[in-house]
C-alpha cells in the first residue's frame, strides 16, 4: 500500500536530509543487479539508523538480516574506527552482495557478514562472548521476531538500544487473529516487550516510498 504524495515527501526529506552518494547508490543497483528483493530500508529511514547509532555511541552493533548490506553501511558509518558491526545474513547469495557492497564503502575493517540462519549465528556469537551490543537492528524473517528480540536482550547490556523494523504490516498488527505468520510473529513479539521488564519500548507507524508500516524503538533497562 503506497501513495505518490508519501513518496513525494521522503524524496524531499532524502533529498534535503538524508542524499544518497557513490556508495549507497552502488549498493542499491548491486543489490537490483543480483536479483535481491527490493525490500532494502528508505534513505531516510537509513538516516534515522545512523543518527540512532551515534546518539547511542554505540560501538558495538548488531544487524539481523542483511540483504544487500545498504542498511549495514549507514549504520558502520556510525562507528568509531575501533567499532564492530556484525550482520547475519540467511542466503549466500545475499550475503556476497553485501561483502561486496561494505568493501566498496570502505567498512569492510569494521563489518563482518556472517551466512546463515540466524538462529543458528546467534548461540555461537553467545559462545564466543562477542557482546554485548550498543545497539541491535532486527530486520529479518518475522516469524521469528520474538526469538531475536529474547536473542538481543541475551547479547546487550542496560543501555542497549533495540530497534525492529516492518512492526505495523500494512495495519495488519491490530488484528486479533491474523492470517499471515509474519503477522502472528510480529504480535507474539509486541506480547513478549511487554511483559519483559527488561525492556522500556514504543512504537510507531510510518508511511512513506516503503508504503505504511512501522518501527518498535526498545531500550535495556537495568
Do not use: C
Amino acid at each position: 500500500m503506497t501513495n505518490p504524495q508519501w513518496t513525494d515527501v521522503d524524496a524531499y526529506f532524502t533529498e534535503l536530509l538524508a542524499p544518497d552518494d557513490e556508495a549507497l547508490s552502488a549498493a542499491l543497483a548491486a543489490s537490483t543487479a543480483a536479483g535481491l528483493p527490493e525490500i532494502a530500508v528508505a534513505p531516510n529511514q537509513g538516516k534515522l539508523l545512523h543518527l540512532l547509532a551515534r546518539v547511542q555511541g554505540a560501538r558495538t552493533i548488531l544487524e539481523i538480516g542483511t540483504l544487500g548490506g545498504y542498511s549495514t553501511i549507514w549504520l558502520a558509518r556510525a562507528l568509531p574506527a575501533d567499532g564492530r558491526l556484525v550482520t547475519l545474513e540467511y542466503d549466500p547469495a545475499h550475503a556476497d552482495v553485501a561483502r561486496s557492497n561494505i568493501a566498496r564503502a570502505g567498512l569492510d575493517k569494521l563489518v563482518e557478514v556472517r551466512t546463515g540462519a540466524a538462529l543458528d549465528s546467534l548461540p555461537q556469537l553467545e559462545a564466543e562472548g562477542a557482546g554485548p551490543f550498543d545497539l541491535v537492528f532486527i530486520d529479518a524473517d518475522k516469524v521469528n521476531n520474538p526469538h531475536y528480540v529474547e536473542w538481543a536482550l541475551k547479547l546487550s547490556r542496560p543501555g542497549t538500544v533495540v530497534v525492529v523494523d516492518n512492526v505495523v504490516r500494512g495495519g495488519k498488527v491490530a488484528t486479533a487473529h491474523p492470517d499471515d505468520p509474519s503477522v502472528t510473529g510480529t504480535r507474539e513479539m509486541f506480547d513478549l516487550i511487554a511483559r519483559e521488564p527488561r525492556l522500556d519500548a514504543t512504537a510507531f507507524q510510518t508511511v512513506g516510498s516503503k508504503g505504511y508500516d512501522g518501527l518498535l524503538l526498545a531500550r535495556v533497562v537495568d
